[in-house]
């Protein structure tokens, strides 16, 4: 199928606007970027994805999709031209979405806890809950990669779109909170992973910078605070 009329709605800081930016670049996808505004939310995006009301959603030829990890497996799909983005073993997809979900589920929403913890006991209590995972993860990286840069192999694939895109902002909190997220010293290997994942040239120039993250999250407590 041919590339099409391709469009992207969402905000440059957003990891899960990320997760689509980075799989369009491995499959060498134009697409036009449409700027959302979440503190007054568009009639396109309330009309493409009436159910959550979320970014991203990605235009091919005027339909909608909607949440991003359905949209890396549909541009995974879509177009077989380039690099894959998901293993070609069912079994190994498979443990791709287990841990894909565990992530976005169970993982990241514990940076967001800590964000909101108040006081030093609530927040090590949460460092806590990352640091267990964290251990998962590095398990689970030196399972899935065996033995290879990447969680999807030789090159970046599906769960290191997953992962990765979140990095800005799990850097972002370690400065607001003065903490360390992603300790070496319990997870060398996934740390080494990060380093290699953040150098490439394929996402080095769409994960933003956390000093910029923690700008803009800033400046959006204040207006919507002001409201």
């Given at each position: 199928?041919?590339?099409?009329?391709?469009?992207?709605?969402?905000?440059?800081?957003?990891?899960?606007?990320?997760?689509?930016?980075?799989?369009?670049?491995?499959?060498?996808?134009?697409?036009?970027?449409?700027?959302?505004?979440?503190?007054?939310?568009?009639?396109?995006?309330?009309?493409?994805?009436?159910?959550?009301?979320?970014?991203?959603?990605?235009?091919?030829?005027?339909?909608?999709?909607?949440?991003?990890?359905?949209?890396?497996?549909?541009?995974?799909?879509?177009?077989?031209?380039?690099?894959?983005?998901?293993?070609?073993?069912?079994?190994?997809?498979?443990?791709?979405?287990f841990?894909?979900?565990?992530?976005?589920?169970?993982?990241?929403p514990?940076?967001?806890?800590?964000?909101?913890?108040?006081?030093?006991?609530?927040?090590?209590?949460?460092?806590?809950?990352?640091?267990e995972?964290?251990?998962?993860?590095?398990?689970?990286?030196?399972?899935?990669?065996?033995?290879?840069?990447?969680?999807?192999?030789?090159?970046?694939?599906?769960?290191?779109?997953?992962?990765?895109?979140?990095?800005?902002?799990?850097?972002?909190?370690?400065?607001?909170?003065?903490?360390?997220?992603?300790?070496?010293?319990?997870?060398?290997?996934?740390?080494?992973?990060?380093?290699?994942?953040?150098?490439?040239e394929?996402?080095?120039?769409?994960?933003?910078?956390?000093?910029?993250l923690?700008?803009?999250?800033?400046?959006?407590?204040?207006?919507?605070?002001?409201?």
């Amino acid at each position: 199928m041919a590339a099409g009329n391709v469009k992207l709605l969402g905000v440059w800081a957003s990891p899960f606007v990320n997760r689509v930016e980075i799989a369009l670049k491995i499959r060498s996808i134009e697409s036009e970027f449409i700027q959302e505004n979440l503190l007054n939310k568009s009639e396109l995006l309330l009309k493409s994805n009436p159910v959550y009301k979320k970014i991203p959603v990605l235009f091919h030829d005027e339909k909608p999709i909607c949440e991003s990890l359905v949209i890396l497996q549909y541009i995974d799909e879509v177009w077989p031209n380039g690099p894959s983005i998901l293993h070609s073993d069912p079994y190994d997809r498979a443990i791709s979405r287990f841990w894909a979900a565990y992530i976005d589920e169970k993982w990241f929403p514990l940076v967001t806890e800590l964000r909101n913890a108040e006081g030093k006991e609530a927040k090590t209590a949460v460092l806590e809950k990352i640091y267990e995972g964290n251990l998962l993860l590095e398990e689970a990286f030196i399972k899935i990669s065996k033995g290879k840069p990447f969680f999807g192999g030789d090159s970046i694939g599906y769960l290191d779109v997953v992962i990765g895109s979140l990095l800005g902002w799990v850097k972002a909190q370690e400065i607001m909170d003065e903490v360390k997220i992603l300790d070496e010293t319990k997870m060398p290997s996934l740390a080494e992973w990060d380093d290699r994942f953040c150098s490439d040239e394929i996402v080095k120039d769409i994960i933003p910078q956390p000093e910029k993250l923690v700008e803009v999250y800033r400046k959006y407590q204040e207006s919507f605070y002001k409201k």
